[in-house]
C-alpha cells in the first residue's frame, strides 16, 4: 500500500518539520499513526498516510457517523440531537457571511446530505460532492438529494456559488492545494468560503494529548492551527474574515477522547474538560476545539 511521506510541510513548503506524537487509529483499524510538525506555519500532520486510492478502508466503520448517520450509541445519539440545532446556526452563519437569503451553495464532502437538505428547505439551489458512494446512497434515500462524486469538483463551473462550505472536511483532502486553488475559481464575485477544522492549540487538546479524538488519524491528514489556515488561504489568494467558534465541538471530541483514553466514557470529567476548553477560549477564540472560518477571495 503506498503511503504519503512529506519532506516538507503540505501548508507552506518549510523542511523545518520534526515528528510530535504518536496517535492511534482507534477507529477502523489500531493502528498508530507518526503526527509531525511544521516549525514555520504551526500544522501538524499525519505522516505515511495512504494515499487517496488506498485510504477508503480507513472510512469503513458504522461508528463514522458522518458516512453513515447511525444513532447508535449514546455519544452518537447525542451528536445527532446537537447536529438539528448546529445546522440551523450553520444556515445563520450563511446567510450572514453572504448577505443573502436564497442563492447557490456547494457543499464539499456532504456526507448523508443532511446539511443540503437544510439549505434546501431555505430555498438554496444546492450541490452536493462526496467521495463515499454509501453516505451518497444514504443522501438520496434519507432526503432525496443527489451528492456528486468527488472528482466532479473540477468539472463544476467557474464563478458559480454563492457559498461554498467545507464542514470538518479539508482536513482530509489529499490534494490540499489543488482543492483550495478550485474552490477560490468556483466562488462568485463576493461569494464567500466556510471552513470548519479542528484547532489542536484548544484546551481539550491539552487535556487528552495523543487520545485527543480530533486527531482521527489516519483520515485527518492535517491538523490546523489558526496561523496555518489563514497561510494556506493567503497562498491562493483568500483571506480569512472572520473565525466563529463550534462552542459544542468541544464536549463531543472530549466524550471520544475519553473514550480512547479509558476504554469507556468518564461522562463528568469528559464534560468538565469539555467546560475547561470552552472558558480558555471564551476569552481567545484562536483557542476553541474547532473553528469555522470565513473566507473571500483578496481584493485586487
Known amino acids: 500500500m503506498p503511503n504519503v511521506h512529506y519532506s516538507h510541510c503540505p501548508v507552506c513548503s518549510s523542511t523545518s518539520i520534526e515528528p510530535r506524537l504518536v496517535v492511534r487509529d482507534h477507529t477502523v483499524s489500531g493502528k498508530e499513526f507518526a503526527v509531525w510538525q511544521c516549525g514555520d506555519c ?3 500532520f499525519t505522516q505515511d498516510v495512504p494515499d487517496a486510492t488506498d485510504i477508503g478502508p480507513y472510512y469503513k466503520a458504522e461508528s463514522y457517523i458522518s458516512h453513515t448517520n447511525t ?8 451528536y445527532q440531537k446537537v447536529r438539528a440545532l448546529t445546522l440551523k446556526q450553520k444556515a445563520s452563519t450563511i446567510a450572514a457571511a453572504t448577505g443573502l437569503s436564497t442563492g447557490r451553495l456547494l457543499d464539499v464532502g456532504c456526507g448523508t446530505g443532511a446539511f443540503l437538505n437544510a439549505m434546501k428547505k431555505e430555498g438554496w439551489q444546492v450541490t452536493g460532492l462526496e467521495p463515499d458512494a454509501d ?17 466532479m469538483l473540477q468539472d463544476l463551473p467557474p464563478a458559480s456559488f454563492d457559498a461554498i462550505t467545507l464542514w470538518h472536511v479539508l482536513e482530509h483532502v489529499h490534494e490540499l492545494h489543488g482543492t483550495v486553488a478550485q474552490l477560490r475559481k468556483l466562488l462568485k464575485p463576493g461569494g464567500k468560503l466556510m471552513v470548519a477544522v479542528p484547532n ?9 494529548g495523543q487520545n485527543w479524538a480530533a ?29 466563529k467558534p463550534m462552542w459544542f465541538d468541544s464536549f463531543y471530541i472530549s466524550m471520544l477522547s475519553s473514550q480512547y483514553k479509558n476504554g469507556k466514557t468518564n461522562w463528568i470529567g469528559a464534560s468538565l474538560a469539555g467546560i475547561r476548553s470552552n472558558l480558555k477560549a471564551t476569552a481567545d477564540h484562536d483557542r476553541c476545539s474547532s473553528l469555522t472560518y470565513i473566507i473571500e477571495q483578496e481584493r485586487g
Request: net charge positive; hydrophobic share 40%.
Open 42 to 44: 504551526t500544522l501538524r
Open 71 to 78: 444513532s447508535k450509541g449514546l455519544i452518537n445519539n447525542l
Open 135 to 151: 453516505a451518497r446512497r444514504v443522501a438520496r434515500e434519507l432526503y432525496r438529494v443527489e451528492p456528486l462524486e468527488a472528482s
Open 200 to 208: 489542536y492549540t484548544s484546551q481539550d487538546e491539552a487535556i487528552y
Open 215 to 243: 486527531y482521527d488519524v489516519p483520515r485527518h491528514l492535517y491538523h490546523f492551527t489558526p496561523r496555518a489556515l489563514t497561510m494556506l488561504m493567503e497562498r491562493h489568494g483568500l483571506r480569512v474574515i472572520a473565525k
